[in-house]
Nanobody, 115 residues
Framework: VHLVESGGGLVQPGGSLRLYCAASGFTFSSYTMRWYRQAPGKEREFVAF????????NYADSVKGRFTISRDNAKNTVYLQMNTLKPEDTAVYYC?????????WGQGTQVTVSS
C-alpha cells in the first residue's frame, strides 16, 4: 500500500488549494478514503472521508462548507478541494486508508495559510 500526497503550499487567508492523494498497492475503488491533518503541537485530527463509490461524504465541523472531498477511481486518486482557507487550517495533511484493520498513511503535504 502506497499513498502519496501533493498539492500543499503557502496560500493567503481566503485562498484555495487542491490536495491530491495518489494510491497504489490495493484495490482503490473498494475502500473508504480519509483526509486528516496535524497542526504543530496538536494531535492529528479527522478532516473528511469519502466512501468507496463516492456517494457518502462527511466532514469535520471546522471545514464543513469550505472543503470538498472527491475521488476518481479510474485514476486511483482522492482529492481535497480547500476554499476560504484560514490560518487555523495550517497543518500537514495526510491521506489515510484502513485495510483489514490496519491503518496506512501517506507522508503528508504541508499547507500553510498566512499573509
Amino acid at each position: 500500500v502506497h499513498l502519496v500526497e501533493s498539492g500543499g503550499g503557502l496560500v493567503q487567508p481566503g485562498g484555495s488549494l487542491r490536495l491530491y492523494c495518489a494510491a497504489s498497492g490495493f484495490t482503490f475503488s473498494s475502500y473508504t478514503m480519509r483526509w486528516y491533518r496535524q497542526a504543530p503541537g496538536k494531535e492529528r485530527e479527522f478532516v473528511a472521508f469519502i466512501s468507496s463509490c463516492g456517494v457518502t461524504r462527511n466532514y469535520a465541523d471546522s471545514v464543513k462548507g469550505r472543503f470538498t472531498i472527491s475521488r476518481d477511481n479510474a485514476k486511483n486518486t482522492v482529492y481535497l478541494q480547500m476554499n476560504t482557507l484560514k490560518p487555523e487550517d495550517t497543518a500537514v495533511y495526510y491521506c489515510h486508508v484502513t485495510i483489514i484493520m490496519r491503518d496506512y498513511w501517506g507522508q503528508g503535504t504541508q499547507v500553510t495559510v498566512s499573509s
